[in-house]
């Protein structure tokens, strides 16, 4: 099936410097979808992004899908402790209909 | 309120046993899914229903089971058949099945195998 690559695995971050995860195809996405899963919780929707070139800001949070949709990257401005858990993308292309999510960034953040 | 909800929320199991995992979901969804999620790890698929009484395989099926016989339940059963069955397991539903659909996801059950 569809096959996303989410980088880094890990990141540990000092509380108010940024943070950035980058999701990763080698195939066109029709979509691409953004959760975060809270330590020991479950994921939550995020965002969806659609269109080539699109930016989507949640306050702090910042998301974009690349012009050739092909990859997507959620910035975080200024993290605080409530930050703190692994995000993921879930993406498909325009063959599948069943989203696969990629393997998630875990985000640690010092206070 | 609406929601998903899991059951047991820690399940512990004897190795060669089966058990089964409850979901159940009162949002009015079609579509239901079972992930499984190991330490550190992405979620990978095991089994999607679009609607009641079909479901498919996911990306590893190998050793699991599901119905769907009810709109509103999707259990899943770890057979004994199940290698590594230990495991965060997550259910989750959508309005509709599809790629562009917002997945709502239950709490989960940790499933550890003694």
């Known amino acids: 099936g569809q096959q996303v690559m989410q980088i880094p695995q890990y990141q540990h971050v000092q509380e108010g410097e940024d943070f950035t995860t980058y999701c990763n195809s080698s195939?066109?996405?029709?979509?691409i979808q953004w959760y975060k899963q809270r330590p020991g919780g479950h994921p939550v929707f995020l965002i969806q992004?659609?269109?080539?070139?699109e930016v989507k800001k949640q306050k702090r949070l910042t998301f974009q899908f690349g012009e050739a949709k092909k990859n997507s990257s959620l910035h975080i401005t200024a993290t605080q402790t409530t930050d703190v858990g692994t995000y993921f993308c879930?993406?498909?292309?325009?063959?599948?209909?069943?989203?696969?999510f990629g393997g998630g960034t875990r985000l640690m953040v010092k206070p | 309120d609406g929601g998903i909800t899991q059951s047991p929320k820690y399940l512990f199991r004897k190795e060669g046993q089966n058990v089964t995992l409850s979901c159940e979901q009162n949002?009015?969804?079609?579509?239901m899914y079972w992930y499984r999620q190991d330490p550190g790890q992405g979620l990978r698929l095991i089994y999607y229903?679009?609607?009641?009484?079909?479901?498919q395989k996911g990306d590893i099926a190998e050793g699991y089971s599901v119905s769907r016989e009810k709109k509103e339940s999707f259990p899943l059963t770890v057979t004994s058949a199940q290698k590594n069955p230990t495991a965060f397991y997550l259910c989750?539903?959508?309005?509709?099945?599809?790629?562009?659909?917002?997945?709502?996801f239950g709490p989960g059950t940790r499933l550890l195998v003694l």
């Open positions: 879930a993406a498909s292309n325009n063959a599948g209909n069943m989203l696969t």
């Open positions: 229903s679009q609607i009641v009484n079909d479901f």
């Open positions: 989750a539903s959508s309005k509709t099945s599809g790629r562009w659909e917002t997945q709502y």
């Open positions: 949002l009015n969804h079609d579509a």
């Open positions: 195939t066109t996405l029709s979509n």
């Open positions: 992004l659609v269109k080539s070139g």
